[in-house]
């Protein structure tokens, strides 16, 4: 009943997907491989891109695409912010304040969203969502395309900038010995901030990717955010590679477990491969440190 | 105990008996509601303060306790005490359950609390689809104003009741904090591993505060559906009670017996303060409490409880 041809599109959709999820799921494993934090805000803070690019786009009628840069670059001055002025400074580094203040923010953030945008379901006007491409005997949408190609730069980009930049190679040290690297004189704080603001930019240009083929809604980022950590624990706490196999992995199994199962299942299916993940492979599929 | 602290406790005593007795209906009301969210929150408190085990998901305990009683009560016709009952075991045995796989798994910190959440959300929607449970529509139990039922035809009568479980809760509390199993749970909030070298079995004893927390939580579920007497799968499995128990607990004063107490009452009356104000805008009670959450954890990491000794201490610098 299901002809290969199916089978290849599902597959294909979900590699297209999955490297969205990727980005989003980046954003969180740096986050939590230098800052050793589990950002709980990071569904919240995707949402508000995603408020971003849609006001971007239907207010001031901006191309998404366009509006991606300059929306990076504001969301990697808000989260250099938050982590500086705000998560730092609250949780004084201590493991459990950390989870509690970033889940503050996370409430306060989507109920702020829902109090000005209410709990409407908000797509891009226009039918950039049916531009199709054919490509053999499978027809694929453009802006998934798109999504794909940009998120597979963008996890590049993150990784030259970590191997090749002062601040990548100051980032790294931080991640491997935080009291090293302030002995070399790194402004640790400095670090912790530029990181959590490079997580919220990749969140930002997830948004951008999103929004032409999905919708936004207050509590889109609860979806997402669980997706990101079952990512982030299938490949390995802190891994910026495994994010990337992650992410395409879970977007095929999504897409095909859609297929196979049907769409009301595939809900609950992220939160049982969460689950499963979790207590039969905490280190990861790729045998990372825990 | 300072003295000032018995006096206050007991005039809040004193003003929550005397809204249950003569305050009227929208009174009652709310008191019932923070009531069942204190209830709820002392049962984060066991786990999260004593134990240490930060849970974001104790909506999976709410929602076994609240659907157990109304599914036996409504569709096999058992008493409402008995299903009660059968609700907090359920809860208990769900605590021990989700306890066992992830303590198991060694999950601990952050892994334990996204593991908790995922489990809350897997129940929420499996009762969202499930027959038994209603579904989408949800169960509604039978109106039946006797005593026999638990349910009551004075809304003051069911308030007591509920005061009188958050009053038993705060004693078990304190009196198990006095006992060889607080100390237990104390050393494996401190340093596991410490605990450990003690002698002390770690698993066994999370999976006692896991058992007892459930339960606790559980409990405010049952009462909440012989309340309102419906119930569907966003409010008996829905974040709200997830995010309500813990943040009471933080801003009451984390692992102090009558925390939770203080925070879901101060928490209610601001979410009602704030409806008042600013009119029914949805989600900005919810708005308030997350910021109150990021400065309660900044500014006043002991809580309303926390404050208070302080202060007492500064009028007494003796102590």
Redesign the interface.
């Given at each position: 009943m299901y002809t290969p041809a199916i089978v290849a599109e599902a597959m294909v959709n979900g590699l297209l997907t999955g490297a969205v999820y990727a980005l989003v799921a980046l954003g969180l494993t740096l986050v939590y491989g230098v800052l050793h934090?589990?950002n709980f805000a990071h569904g919240a803070l995707l949402t508000c891109a995603m408020f971003a690019v849609w006001a971007a786009s239907e207010l001031l009628g901006i191309n998404v695409y366009l509006a991606i840069p300059p929306l990076a670059l504001i969301f990697l001055a808000l989260g250099y912010a938050l982590q500086r002025f705000?998560i730092g400074?609250?949780?004084r580094g201590d493991?459990?304040?950390t989870?509690?203040?970033t889940?503050?923010?996370?409430?306060?953030?989507?109920?702020?969203l829902?109090?000005a945008f209410?709990?409407d379901t908000r797509t891009l006007s226009g039918d950039a969502a049916f531009d199709v491409v054919e490509l053999g005997p499978m027809l694929l949408s453009r802006p998934r395309l798109i999504g794909f190609a940009v998120a597979l730069v963008v996890a590049l980009l993150l990784w030259a900038l970590l191997r090749r930049t002062d601040s990548g190679k100051a980032i790294r040290a931080v991640a491997r010995e935080k009291m090293g690297a302030s002995l070399m004189g790194i402004d640790v704080r400095h670090i912790y901030a530029l990181t959590f603001g490079i997580g919220c930019a990749c969140l930002a240009v997830a948004a951008g990717l999103l929004l032409p083929t999905f919708y936004v809604t207050?509590r889109v980022g609860q979806a997402f955010v669980?997706v990101a950590?079952t990512i982030v624990?299938l490949g390995g706490m802190g891994s910026v590679a495994g994010a990337l196999l992650g992410g395409l992995l879970i977007g095929v199994v999504e897409s095909l477990g859609g297929l196979l199962l049907g769409e009301?299942l595939g809900?609950?299916g992220i939160?049982?491969i969460?689950?499963l993940v979790?207590?039969?492979r905490?280190t990861g599929l790729f045998g990372a440190r825990a | 105990m300072k003295i000032s602290s018995v006096i206050a406790m007991a005039a809040v005593l004193l003003a929550l008996v005397g809204v249950a007795l003569f305050g009227p209906n929208t009174a009652i009301n709310f008191l019932v509601t923070a009531l069942i969210v204190a209830l709820a929150a002392q049962g984060w408190n066991l786990l999260g303060g004593y134990c240490g085990q930060f849970s974001f998901g104790h909506a999976a305990f709410f929602g076994t306790g609240a659907y157990v009683t109304a599914i036996l009560q409504s569709r096999y016709g058992v008493n409402a005490w008995i299903g009660c009952g059968c609700g907090i075991l359920a809860g208990a045995a769900i605590g021990t359950l989700i306890g066992w796989l992830s303590f198991r798994a060694g999950l601990r910190g952050s892994y334990f609390a996204l593991i908790t959440l995922a489990f809350a959300e897997v129940l929420r929607i499996a009762a969202n689809a499930a027959p038994i449970t209603g579904g989408g529509t949800g169960l509604l139990l039978k109106l039946d104003m006797r005593a026999a039922n638990f349910q009551f035809a004075s809304r003051g009568t069911f308030c007591l009741i509920v005061l009188a479980c958050v009053l038993a809760v705060l004693a078990l509390t304190t009196w198990i904090a006095r006992t060889k199993r607080g100390a237990e749970f104390a050393a494996v909030r401190e340093n596991e591993d410490a605990a450990r070298a003690l002698g002390i079995d770690v698993l066994v004893t999370k999976l006692r505060a896991m058992a007892l927390s459930g339960a606790i939580t559980a409990a405010a579920g049952c009462l909440y559906t012989q309340y309102f007497l419906y119930l569907d799968s966003n409010i008996a499995y829905g974040s709200w009670i997830s995010v309500e128990s813990l943040l009471a607990v933080i801003v009451g004063g984390i692992a102090t017996p009558a925390g939770p107490i203080i925070g879901a009452l101060a928490l209610h009356a601001l979410g009602e303060a704030t409806r008042l104000l600013a009119g029914r805008i949805t989600g900005i009670d919810l708005v308030l409490f997350g910021l109150i959450l990021v400065a309660a954890t900044a500014f006043a990491p002991k809580g309303l409880a926390g404050l208070w000794n302080a202060a007492q201490s500064r009028r007494s610098p003796r102590a």
């Open positions: 934090i589990i705000v400074p609250a949780s493991d459990a304040n989870l509690l203040v889940l503050g923010l996370s409430i306060a953030i989507e109920n702020a829902l109090a209410k709990s207050p669980l950590f624990v009301s809900q609950a939160f049982v969460f689950i979790l207590l039969l905490p | -």
